[in-house]
């Protein structure tokens, strides 16, 4: 049975396909075609892209799962409208005009085909934002039973989601609606400190590193918590959106969100920071206040969920889970002790879960398994690689394991920084060693170098270490693991100085553990290069430069020649600048 999974007409739109409960493929659109960050719309590409990695036809698809549903909490809805009339008019009419679109789901498949619409013979299911967010990651974890936790800025009008996770079945205990938001708490913030392109607030997460929780006060009257799982947004410091995300589009297909905080923060905190001037300690101690107060939120609302659910295991999703800092700290100081973390947690991840949903839930089929890694994305052909060195007249060599790995180990022991492409590409936001940028963790200046003449980024944002599995205890405080890069952990005071590139100001390191059943190669080198160096981690960041990690091989190519990569692995080929070569 072929169940194919869509985020559509929300921010970072993908589709995946799942074959008799298990997942064969997923891709986010934004890294195919234009390559325009967290775009909206129907995920045309991502469809076709997925149907062929799955080795099928529109023909063949039996289910059309959507991690989204109009229909859903139309009571709260109503409400809010009527007591925001004014306000609410223009959300209405982007309610209805979305319903529109999503019924037409037959018409815009069989587009993207390009097939009839009679040629879609599969049912659509719809699935409730969050519901789909959870059954995400509870579906595909090895729990059969935890607690689960989904929570972003917003998704059918709700912003958080509680339920009891049990066999086959998610029961929802409780629900927050719109206007309260965690994630637009957040985000309103991250505004206000002057990053207001869509998706930044992981930077918000670094900042505070840097600053002391000095507005703790103004955060608590910002957001408003009261101990048994339940918060509020202070309405005097917020504007509602008013309107879809997907309205938030440019001409580039960008989106653009207007301010989500109101005068009132302005004569509270001063003027906002324009995008391109320097970052003060105020938006230091900003970011710091914010990131606080939001672990304490998340942490006030886990413990009473475990009330209702008393278990070690907790499953979350939604845009806020991706926050390493609170994951970390909720293992720390919550009751549970096991945490699962789908790889795509944010939007994107929606389709999975309305996929696994539909057949764990509504078919009632037995679960197929934990999902441990995140390769299920596209691959390309070595010839395609071959062709794309050649059109760039850069001299490579064929190297196949052992001797691929112990030339990659060489380069990173030496200094250079290295493209990594290989296999299938990541699930998810994070490069997690098949699309990724490598280099030495101890090197001395090495994470202001790739800052600035690679990445081209802020100077204080940090670069995550790669650990084997096996080794992680010994260089971190907290031993978890973590395959999809989700906890960001403090560092052994012994091991800072030989992780100084990956280790942040506040000694810790957005922590990424990689096992050999997960990923062979990867391990590999890692293990070759802990033989020339001594340590058993390089330094991990996205095989791009300000746009959607690479996704084909002429894109690897490309963000090669016209950054300061030393070297780039390009599957079995190797190449590398003048005077690099080992």
Same mark, same amino acid.
């Given at each position: ?20 409960? &298990? ?45 989204? =549903? ?9 409400? *809010? ?5 004014? &306000? ?45 967010? @959870? ?13 689960? #936790? ?18 086959? +079945? ?25 990053? =207001? ?95 606080? *107060? ?7 609302? @886990? ?25 970390? +700290? ?122 600035? &003449? ?21 260089? #971190? ?43 062979? @190669? ?26 959607p990690i690479v996704d084909t091989p002429q894109q690897a190519v490309d963000c090669f020649v016209r950054t300061d990569l030393d070297v780039l692995c390009l599957g079995p080929f190797v190449t590398a600048k003048p005077g690099k070569n080992i």
């Amino acid at each position: 049975m072929l169940i194919i999974g869509l985020n559509a007409f929300h921010p970072d739109s993908a589709a995946c396909a799942v074959v008799d409960g &298990k997942l064969v493929a997923a891709v986010a659109e934004e890294r195919l075609g234009p390559r325009r960050k967290h775009v909206a719309g129907f995920p045309g590409r991502a469809l076709q892209a997925v149907l062929r990695m799955a080795g099928a036809t529109v023909r063949e698809i039996d289910y059309l799962a959507i991690g989204n =549903d109009s229909n859903a909490n139309l009571g709260a809805k109503v409400s *809010h409208v009527l007591r925001t009339p004014v &306000k609410s008019a223009r959300g209405v009419a982007t309610h209805f005009q979305r319903r529109a679109k999503m019924q037409s789901t037959q018409e815009l498949v069989a587009e993207a085909c390009g097939v009839r619409a009679a040629d879609c013979r599969f049912e659509v299911v719809r699935v409730e934002h969050h519901l789909a967010h @959870l059954a995400s990651s509870y579906y595909a974890s090895d729990f059969d039973r935890a607690a689960g #936790f989904s929570y972003d800025a917003a998704g059918d009008f709700t912003s958080a989601m509680f339920a009891r996770c049990e066999g086959n +079945r998610i029961a929802i205990l409780d629900r927050v609606f719109m206007p309260d938001s965690l994630g637009y708490f957040y985000t309103a913030l991250c505004q206000f400190i002057g990053f =207001d392109k869509f998706g930044e607030e992981y930077k918000v997460m670094g900042l505070a590193a840097y600053g002391e929780p000095k507005y703790s006060q103004l955060m608590q009257e910002l957001l408003r918590c009261d101990g048994r799982g339940d918060f509020r947004l202070h309405r005097d410091y917020f504007v509602p959106l008013g309107k879809n995300l997907e309205e938030c589009v440019d001409e580039h297909g960008e989106i653009v969100l207007p301010p989500l905080y109101s005068p009132e923060l302005r004569r509270r905190l001063g003027d906002p920071r324009p995008r391109s001037t320097e970052i003060t300690q105020r938006e230091k101690d900003i970011a710091a206040s914010c990131q606080a *107060h939001f672990e304490e939120a998340v942490l006030g609302c @886990l413990r009473h969920l475990h009330r209702s659910v008393p278990t070690e295991n907790l499953v979350t999703a939604g845009g806020c889970a991706l926050n390493g800092v609170c994951n970390a +700290r909720i293992l720390r100081e919550t009751p549970f002790k096991r945490s699962y973390i789908q790889c795509a947690a944010s939007d994107d991840g929606t389709g999975i879960g309305a996929a696994l949903y539909v057949w764990n839930a509504i078919l009632k089929q037995s679960r197929a398994g934990m999902i441990d890694h995140a390769y299920w994305g596209p691959e390309h052909s070595e010839a395609d690689m071959a062709a794309a060195l050649r059109r760039t007249g850069l001299p490579f060599e064929r190297c196949e394991p052992p001797l691929l790995l112990e030339r990659a180990a060489a380069h990173l022991n030496a200094g250079h920084v290295m493209g990594w492409y290989q296999g299938r590409s990541e699930w998810g936001p994070r490069a997690l060693g098949n699309r990724s940028i490598l280099a030495h963790p101890g090197w001395p200046g090495m994470k202001d170098l790739i800052n600035a &003449k690679i990445k081209r980024r802020e100077a204080f944002r940090p670069f995550a270490p790669t650990i084997l599995a096996e080794e992680t205890g010994r260089y #971190f405080e907290q031993n978890v693991e973590s395959p999809f890069m989700m906890h960001v952990v403090k560092i052994r005071p012994e091991h800072r100085q030989a992780l100084a590139a990956v280790c942040h100001k506040d000694a810790t390191g957005r922590l990424h553990t990689v096992k050999a059943s997960q990923n062979a @190669l990867y391990h590999g080198l890692i293990k070759a290069f802990a033989a020339k160096s001594g340590t058993p981690v390089v330094l991990n960041t996205s095989f791009n430069e300000n746009e959607p990690i690479v996704d084909t091989p002429q894109q690897a190519v490309d963000c090669f020649v016209r950054t300061d990569l030393d070297v780039l692995c390009l599957g079995p080929f190797v190449t590398a600048k003048p005077g690099k070569n080992i």
